[in-house]
């Protein structure tokens, strides 16, 4: 007989993207938290007006490579920072939402514009504020050093931290998923 399993445990989850085709297949829209999923959650201050982050080139490929199959991507976040908006022109993303406190509604909005339901949406959050946002998708995604409280409501947790390679990891998981990794591949062949 087994003992019922402990609820304050982390989920187990697969490591390999077959554990997830049929939600994964489904995406049409990754929205990624900023601090702690696109940078590894530090905030550098310069003394001035400014603060200093920074990104991970694998993730930024990793969103432009989504982009080309026609996956939407772009940013949700609580802080408000002119380095993020210039990365989300550097990488061309779809939107990028900034000084969200409350999350959820932005989001409601993001996918109302964009025409996608939240079941075709994925999410990359790391902490207490983004968990609004993780229950709302239909691929939600906690990075690897993620609060707990997040972790436990992932459909996925990936292997690499947040600014780390994390997003990279989710968007070659969903190209997989959804058949288009050869074909992105082959791009960068011809």
Known sequence: ???????SSEPELSPTPEGFTSSAKKVRLLVCD???????????????????????VLDGLGLRMLKTVGIKVGLLTGRKSDVV????????LDFCVQGATYKRPRL?????REQVSPEEAA???????????LKMVGFPVAVADAHPEVKRVAAYLTRQNGGRGAVR???E??????????????????
Request: with cysteine; glycine share 8%.
């Open 173 to 190: 998981l969903l190209l997989q998923a959804q058949g288009h990794w050869q074909e992105v591949l082959e791009r960068f062949f011809t």
């Open 1 to 7: 007989m087994h003992a019922p399993p402990d609820e």
């Open 85 to 92: 908006a210039r990365r989300a022109t550097e990488l061309d």
């Open 108 to 112: 409601e909005e993001i996918l109302a």
């Open 123 to 133: 999410y990359i959050g790391d902490d207490i504020i983004d968990l609004p946002c």
């Open 34 to 56: 900023v601090d702690g999923v696109l940078t590894d959650g530090r905030i550098i201050l310069d003394g001035g007006n400014a603060d200093i982050k920074a990104f991970s």
């Open 169 to 171: 990891e989710t968007a």
